[in-house]
Structures are given as C-alpha cells and as structure tokens.
C-alpha cells in the first residue's frame, strides 16, 4: 500500500477534477480505510465546493468597443496611408498658394483623393486673395471630413440594417412556427398529464428562448445602444433613428418573444 | 436535457443549430472572430456581450476592486480588439482572451505599493450599496466578499490558477498553455493555494 502522502496528490487532482477512472477508484478504497484522508479529501473538496459557490456579479455596465476606439485599431499601412494623404494635401495646398501669391496671375487645378480643389482664376489676372484661399481649403478640408463621416453613417446603417433583417428572419422563419408547435405540444401534455413529455418540452422551449435571447435579443440591445449614441451625435438623418429603433422593438416586444419564456 | 429523435429532426428540418452545443458555439465565435478581425466593431461587440461577465468577474477577483476591475476589462478588450490580428485561432479564442487578462491583471497588481490593502477587502462592505430589501442580495455580497478576501490573501500566481482552474474551469493543459507555464508549476501553484483556502474558506461554513 502506497503511503498516505502519495494519496494527498491524487486527492488534490481529484478536488481539481483531473483523476483518471482507475486512480479514482484506488482512492476511494485508500479513503475508506483511512479516516485522515478521508477528512483531508473532505476538507479540500469543501474548500473547492465554496469557491465555486461564488455568485457571479453583473457587470456594472457594458464594455463595447466604439468606432472612436476601432480608429485607432486600423492596420498601420492604412493608418500611416491615411496621414499621407492628409499631410500631401496640406504640402500641395500650401505650395500651391505659395506659387500663386509670388508667381504671374495663374489658375491652379489639383486634386486630394477624389476632390479637386482649384486656386486663382485665369479669368482675373490679379494676385490671389489670401482670405478667398484660406475660405478654399477650409472647404477642401470640410469636403474631406464630411464624406468621410457620410461613409461612417452609411456602413452603420448597412451594418444596423443587416442585422436587424437576420434577427427577423430568424425569428419569423424558425422560431415563431418551431415554439407554435412546441407549445401546442406542451398544452396538450400539460392536459393528458405526461410529465416526462411536458419537461422534455419546457427544456426545449427555453433552450430556443435562451438561443435567441443570447444572441439577437443581445444584438438588439447593442443596436438600441448605437442607436442611442447616433443619436446623441445627431449622425443619422431626422427620423432614421426613430425608424430603426421602432424595428428593434417590434423584434424585441412581441408576443411570441421567446424572451419571456423561462 | 434529452431531445427526442422526433425534436432533434424537427431541429434540423428548420435549419436549427443549438448553441448549447460546443461546436455551434466555436462556429459562431470564429465567425465574430472573422469578421471582428476584419474591422467591424459589431462583431467584436458580440464577442464582449458574450464574455464580458466572465472576463469583470474574473478581474474583480484578481484585483479586488469593482473600480479598477471594471477600468480593466475595458482596457483587455480594447487590446484584444487591437491585437486581434495577432490571433491565429491556432489555440481557442477564450485561451487567448484569459492570456491578455492576465497579464492585464498581473500588471495592475505589480503597479500597487506593497502591503497595501483595497478597503473594499474588507467583508460587509459591498452590502451596503446593496438594497437592504433583498436578503439574497445581501448573503450573496457577503459571500463574494469573503471569497474575495481570502483570494487576496494568495499570491498573484496562486490566485491566477485557482481562478483559471475553479472559476472559469479550464483543465491543467489549457492553463500551462495560457500562463506559458509547465503543467507541474501549475500543479504545485494550485496545490499551495487549496491548502491556503481550505483553512480560511472554513469559516464560511459556519457563517453562511
């Protein structure tokens, strides 16, 4: 017979849930015959029972990830590309009005991305005024800043409107029909009294309600939460927040939500 | 629970996976994964949704202090999302998540002058933010208090495994393979630590 130190390990791998079949039964013969192991192993597995006894807490709030914060997430190729384009347009729009205040009255064209921005006039062959540039690349740079953030907007209305289109074919083509039949199935054995058919079903019914609320209920509250920020950012056109708020709550709120079913 | 031949053919008639099932839910993570990887925060947002509680928790009792867990776990998933490149998927997505959080937590309690103790260590704190209308609530802070004070009374490195190991229940490989770590340090960590718990979680016995 091994002695009791070597039966410590096993009872520590034990409490840990890491015991092959055969040691476990070696074990429990050893902690039938000796009462300090026993209490040892007892001991230990109370230990383990209480930690695992901790009530998980709620999260004090939500810890997404905004596209403030996904910016600076952007590959270092696209964000370094970024920058160039940023910094070329400033280089060229300052040697442009460079050129033009000390060289012959000139009209000049160039072009940042997709804009083109034109200095001087040939139709005037005066010198520039300085004022009328300044005024010009403010609204390059306004151009710039504004279609960018129109592109924002619209991904996240695509994005917004994708989802919301998912969580509703879903629901219309596989839960509301499957927790119908379930539930007419649950009534009728509720009523012939068949217990073991009426627990098999109510197992099911929240299975598809847990499924549901954890992923699209989830992601109609991520999307009340967007929704709101937008909002607050005044980023969608009058109404559209409105409009896709009003579809989140017809997905989240009707009768056949299986949220309610617990 | 069991599923009758009968439902389960009715499942699959309707195109239905059950995400109770562990390959559903690997599918559905690496799909998040994918598309989280690709820059779209929505998708990452899924990922927090499903991991945030387990990721605060799993802070609050390292660091023991609902402020600075919080601060935390926002700090790991911004990281993780940054970093998401660097996740191959060679190794599960929570074994990579846990990596960040510990080193995350790790860092945190270095930066804390030693011997310092949090005030809110101390049991029968936390009820006091809590209604005083629901017993529950109330015997479960204290529970979490205790708990919590007797993991702080471990080392870093002891209270790492034991939390890897009883509260999010990952097997000997999968912590020697997120603490870098060969599985008989692991052993003897966790080892050290249950002894040091068996003695201070007694008293909760006889108190709750």
Same mark, same amino acid.
């Given at each position: 017979m091994k002695a009791c130190e070597n039966y410590h390990l096993l009872i520590r791998d034990q409490v840990a849930g890491e015991l092959s079949p055969d040691a476990a039964d070696e074990l429990a013969r050893h902690l039938e015959e000796c009462p300090a192991c026993h209490l040892e192993a007892a001991e230990l597995e109370q230990a383990a029972h209480n930690l695992r006894r901790y009530p998980e807490e709620p999260p004090p709030r939500h810890f997404f990830v905004y596209e403030d914060s996904s910016q600076r997430t952007r590959s270092f190729w696209s964000a370094w590309s970024r920058r160039w384009q940023w910094a070329a347009a400033a280089v060229v729009l300052a040697a442009a009005a460079f050129a033009v205040w000390l060289g012959p009255p000139m009209e000049l064209r160039f072009t940042v991305g997709s804009y083109t921005v034109s200095l001087g006039d040939v139709g005037h062959p005066s010198q520039p005024d300085p004022k009328r540039l300044q005024e010009e690349l403010a609204a390059a740079m306004r151009t710039l800043i504004q279609d960018e953030l129109r592109t924002r907007d619209a991904l996240q209305d695509q994005s917004i409107q994708a989802r919301i289109a998912e969580a509703e074919i879903l629901r219309s083509r596989s839960i509301e029909p499957r927790l119908e039949q379930l539930e007419q199935r649950l009534t009728q054995s509720i009523r012939e009294g068949d217990q073991t058919t009426r627990e098999r079903l109510e197992g099911a019914l929240n299975r598809l309600g847990w499924t549901f609320v954890s992923v699209h209920q989830d992601d109609m509250r991520l999307i009340r939460e967007e929704l709101r920020r937008a909002a607050e950012l005044d980023?969608?056109?009058?109404g559209r927040t409105t409009a896709l708020m009003a579809q989140v709550s017809r997905i989240t709120e009707t009768r056949s939500d299986p949220g309610g079913i617990q | 629970m069991e599923t009758s031949p009968e439902e389960a053919t009715l499942e699959q008639s309707l195109g239905w +996976? +059950? *995400?109770?099932?562990a390959s559903a839910e690997c599918d559905q993570e690496a799909f998040w994964v994918g598309a989280a990887r690709n820059g779209d925060p929505q998708a990452f947002n899924r990922l927090v949704l499903k991991w945030e509680s387990r990721i605060y928790n799993l802070a609050l009792r390292m660091l023991n202090d609902p402020d600075e867990a919080a601060e935390t776990t926002q700090e790991i998933f911004l990281q993780a999302f940054r970093s &998401?490149? @660097? !996740? /191959? =998927?060679?190794?599960r997505f929570s074994t990579w998540l846990y990596r960040i959080t510990v080193n995350r937590c790790v860092t945190r309690l270095r930066r804390r002058p030693p011997l310092v103790q949090r005030?809110? @260590?101390?049991? =029968? &704190?936390? /009820? &006091? *933010? *809590?209604?005083?209308? /629901?017993e529950s609530e109330l015997l479960a802070g204290e529970l979490r208090a205790k708990i919590r004070t007797s993991l702080a009374a471990l080392s870093p490195q002891q209270r790492i495994v034991i939390e890897l190991k009883f !509260? /999010?229940?990952? *097997?000997f490989a999968s912590i020697a393979e997120i603490l870098g770590l060969p599985m008989s340090t692991i052993k003897s960590r966790l080892y050290t630590a249950l002894d040091l718990l068996k003695v201070r979680l007694r008293s909760l016995e006889h108190q709750l």
């Open positions: 980023r969608f056109q009058v | +996976r +059950r *995400t109770g099932e &998401l490149h @660097a !996740f /191959q =998927g060679h190794s005030i809110d @260590a101390m049991p =029968g &704190l936390e /009820q &006091l *933010t *809590t209604d005083n209308s /629901q !509260f /999010q229940e990952e *097997t």
